[in-house]
């Protein structure tokens, strides 16, 4: 059989057995040609009509039946991600890298800026993703990618050294802003948990292969973006931004702080300086006292 013989096949078989995808591709041709192609050893533009061994026709259909038998995303299988142009390893102790943040690091970001960052944090850094995009972006920066999982940081750190930015992105596990006391930042930027629990309980297989802890944000989807809120003033330069990522929340977020001017380079990522932070900081400081005093009264 040829590669493209093998993209047809498992492209008809992921339509039969209604896979659920997101995890780097959209529809069953795209991900049939991930699989086939890089399963192969191929680049994407590799040409599709020459013969392909036994042997490795064995390996690709063993990757095309733990896709469809075990809900597998294809880049757990295969190891490797891709964000704008760049691959990155990735394995189950990390969310599969597909963050808005990362359109707007390759040039978009910078007109909403107040000047080039010297200084970045990547909090909830999973894979080191955005902290890799975020230290080629701007090669000038010191770059600080933090996470409070140890297995994703392993895998941040592979991922540094495949890149060879060791000497311009520091790791450190934290949780959220704990272990970074006194560290300011021209630029934070953030994909922090962010699925409201509703949401969490219906996620297809493929999403619940991941870790739930890298996705599992409260309620209302906001529980961990609004400790982010309440504390990235004190860890932001006076001209400092920050750029969080909140997926389909945006209503929640402006119901949940109505007098608060976010910018919104698009609707699944916000923008706030240190201005709007300090108004973001009473604002949860009053939700908690409120709260409090409900359940007090029952």
């Not at 059989?1 to 498992?10: G, S």
């Not at 599969?96 to 990547?122: E, T």
């Not at 704990?178 to 560290?183: P, V």
């Not at 906001?222 to 750029?243: T, Y």
Request: charge should be positive; glycine fraction near 6%; charged fraction near 25%.
């Amino acid at each position: 059989m040829t590669p493209a013989a093998l993209i047809r096949d498992a492209e008809r078989r992921f339509h039969a057995a209604r896979l659920s995808y997101g995890h780097g591709t959209d529809n069953a041709h795209d991900e049939a040609a991930f699989i086939v192609l890089r399963g192969l050893g191929l680049e994407f533009d590799a040409a599709v009509d020459g013969d392909v061994s036994v042997r490795r026709q064995k390996r690709v259909e063993s990757l095309i039946r733990r896709r469809i038998g075990n809900r597998i995303p294809a880049a757990y299988l295969l190891n490797e991600a891709w964000l704008e142009g760049r691959s990155f390893y990735v394995d189950r102790r990390v969310i599969v890298p597909r963050s808005h943040i990362a359109h707007l690091l390759h040039g978009k970001l910078r007109p909403w800026l107040a000047r080039p960052p010297r200084r970045i944090l990547d909090l909830c850094t999973g894979s080191g993703c955005l902290a890799i995009l975020a230290a080629l972006a701007f090669p000038r920066a010191a770059v600080v990618a933090s996470d409070v999982s140890p297995g994703a940081l392993a895998v941040a750190a592979r991922n540094v050294q495949r890149y060879r930015l060791r000497k311009h992105i520091r790791l450190v596990r934290s949780d959220l802003f704990a272990s970074l006391a006194g560290e300011r930042f021209d630029l934070i930027v953030s994909n922090p948990p962010y699925v409201p629990a509703r949401e969490m309980r219906a996620l297809p297989a493929e999403y619940r292969r991941e870790p739930a802890m890298a996705l599992a944000g409260g309620p209302d989807g906001l529980s961990l973006v609004a400790k982010i809120l309440a504390q990235a003033k004190g860890h932001l330069s006076p001209e400092g931004s920050l750029a969080c990522e909140i997926g389909v929340n945006r209503r929640a977020l402006e119901r949940a702080y109505p007098a608060l001017a976010f910018l919104w380079p698009q609707d699944e990522v916000f923008i706030a300086g240190r201005g709007l932070l300090s108004s973001a900081a009473r604002t949860a400081a009053a939700r908690r006292t409120n709260s409090t005093r409900a359940r007090a009264s029952r």
